[in-house]
């Protein structure tokens, strides 16, 4: 049982362009959520996060929009830069848990 | 700078073989935890620890045992391979509740 589902495997945007990356959720539990970012041969590093008592955060060139009836969540970039080429995870937790569920990642690419 | 260091960082064991996955932070974290990523998805969590002496189980224990002797180190064993436990290997750690998880770099476990 997928409880976060990343349901597009790759997206391919174009350098300057806006990046946004999708991520759905069954356990309506989760009240925090998390974006990952992978580079091969590296282990994952924590992007942005957002509260469930939030609908928005934004970091610089990242924002992370939260629709809790829709269950979903979505990570926008903008400017997308080359260097964003790599995979993304969206995760999610419970309460003060501290084990994350993760989704099964989208592989973004930027072209020049 | 180190962060999480895992070792090895590749091994090859043959079906029924044992070895241990080393981990070792150097933030003084107290909370660590054992992923595994398989081709095309998420990470899944094997064990976690709250504290040195403390241990349980994840979504995918079985196979696997871990020890938490000190705040620094988290060895995960696979005492009888199984092709079903060759992927990549993360170790992660967190300071508590909430915060921010990091991973180390992986190790890639092939079991034939």
């Known amino acids: 049982d997928q409880q976060v589902k990343q349901n597009s495997p790759s997206l391919s945007v174009q350098e300057g362009r806006i990046s946004i990356l999708n991520c759905d959720y069954t356990?309506?539990?989760?009240?925090?959520f998390l974006w990952y970012k992978k580079y091969p041969a590296e282990g994952p590093t924590f992007l942005i996060s957002?509260?469930?008592?939030?609908d928005k955060n934004e970091d610089g060139r990242f924002t992370v929009f939260l629709n809790k009836s829709a269950k979903h969540l979505s990570l926008h970039i903008v400017p997308s830069q080359p260097g964003d080429s790599a995979v993304y995870f969206c995760?999610?937790?419970?309460?003060?848990?501290?084990?994350?569920?993760f989704g099964t990642g989208t592989q973004l690419k930027v072209e020049l | 700078n180190a962060g999480v260091t895992q070792t090895p960082k590749f091994r090859i064991l043959k079906i029924g073989q044992s070895m241990t996955l080393q981990c070792t932070q150097d933030?003084?974290?107290?909370?660590m935890y054992w992923y595994r990523q398989d081709p095309g998805m998420g990470l899944k969590l094997i064990y976690y620890?709250?504290?040195?002496?403390?241990?349980d189980k994840g979504e995918v224990p079985n196979g696997y045992n871990v020890s938490r002797s000190t705040t620094e180190d988290f060895p995960l064993r696979l005492e009888l391979a199984a092709p079903s436990q060759t992927s990549v290997y993360f170790c992660?750690?967190?300071?508590?509740?909430?915060?921010?998880?990091?991973f180390g770099e992986g190790s890639w476990l092939t079991v034939v």
């Open positions: 992660a750690s967190s300071s508590g509740l909430g915060n921010t998880i990091y």
């Open positions: 356990n309506s539990m989760f009240d925090y």
């Open positions: 957002i509260s469930s008592i939030k």
């Open positions: 995760a999610a937790k419970t309460g003060g848990g501290n084990k994350l569920t």
């Open positions: 933030m003084n974290h107290n909370y």
């Open positions: 620890s709250v504290g040195a002496g403390i241990t």
